[in-house]
T-cell receptor, first 116, second 115 residues
Framework: GDSVTQMEGPVTLSEEAFLTINCTYTATGYPSLFWYVQYPGEGLQLLLKATKADDKGSNKGFEATYRKETTSFHLEKGSVQVSDSAVYFC???????????????FGKGTKLSVKP | NAGVTQTPKFRVLKTGQSMTLLCAQD?????MYWYRQDPGMGLRLIHY???????AKGEVPDGYNVSRLKKQNFLLGLESAAPSQTSVYFCASCFLAGGPSGELFFGEGSRLTVL
């Protein structure tokens, strides 16, 4: 079945450091890919998404490119801030809606801590 | 904007007790979901609903029941709570699932502890 694998954390960085969180997926067909972020004490919220190969999603300085050849959707940010401290989830939505009904398949999450 | 609201936010139960978590959304969304979040496990789907009066099982449905009597509400019930159900529960909704880029909107979570 469909699955998402993301790098295990926690990841600790200094402010202004470069961030990469790796995400790879297994899916039939051409899924849509998402990054969700969960700030402390809150629910998840969509950070960015890409719906087809070579699409680049971007938001709040974060970027991720849908790479079909490597089945990857790595999250990057050039200069992290303390306010970026959160848990980041990679997710996919398959295109077989008959069974999944649009359900998202989540990775296990990567906790990021940014120190001043 | 309220969005997705979950009640209660926190609850402590004893083994064998029952309780209901309520999820309410004011965005007129058709699809609603209940997930549980456990350390190192990510989010796992418990049950979902594709419209008023319909429910379906997700990945980990055992020990839970759900009802969707009104479009805006999705209830998650535990008939006889077990310590393995200690978790953080998230409700989510989306307008239509039949599209590749549909965004899920999440509530803030309900932390349940079963002693």
């Amino acid at each position: 079945g469909d699955s998402v694998t993301q790098m295990e954390g926690p990841v600790t960085l200094s402010e202004e450091a470069f961030l990469t969180i790796n995400c790879t997926y297994t899916a039939t067909g051409y899924p849509s890919l998402f990054w969700y972020v969960q700030y402390p004490g809150e629910g998840l919220q969509l950070l960015l998404k890409a719906t087809k190969a070579d699409d680049k999603g971007s938001n709040k300085g974060f970027e991720a490119t849908y790479r079909k050849e490597t089945t990857s959707f790595h999250l990057e940010k050039g200069s992290v801030q303390v306010s970026d401290s959160a848990v980041y989830f990679c997710a996919l939505k398959g295109r077989n809606y008959g069974g999944s009904q649009g359900n998202l398949i989540f990775g296990k999450g990567t906790k990021l801590s940014v120190k001043p | 904007n309220a969005g997705v609201t979950q009640t209660p936010k926190f609850r402590v139960l004893k083994t064998g007790q029952s309780m209901t978590l309520l999820c309410a959304q004011d965005m007129n969304h058709e699809y609603m979901y209940w997930y549980r979040q456990d350390p190192g496990m990510g989010l796992r789907l418990i049950h979902y609903s594709v419209g008023e009066g319909t429910t379906a099982k997700g990945e980990v449905p055992d020990g839970y029941n759900v009802s969707r009597l009104k479009k805006q509400n999705f209830l998650l019930g535990l008939e006889s709570a077990a310590p393995s159900q200690t978790s953080v529960y998230f409700c989510a909704s989306c307008f239509l699932a039949g599209g590749p880029s549909g965004e899920l909107f999440f509530g803030e979570g309900s932390r349940l502890t079963v002693l």
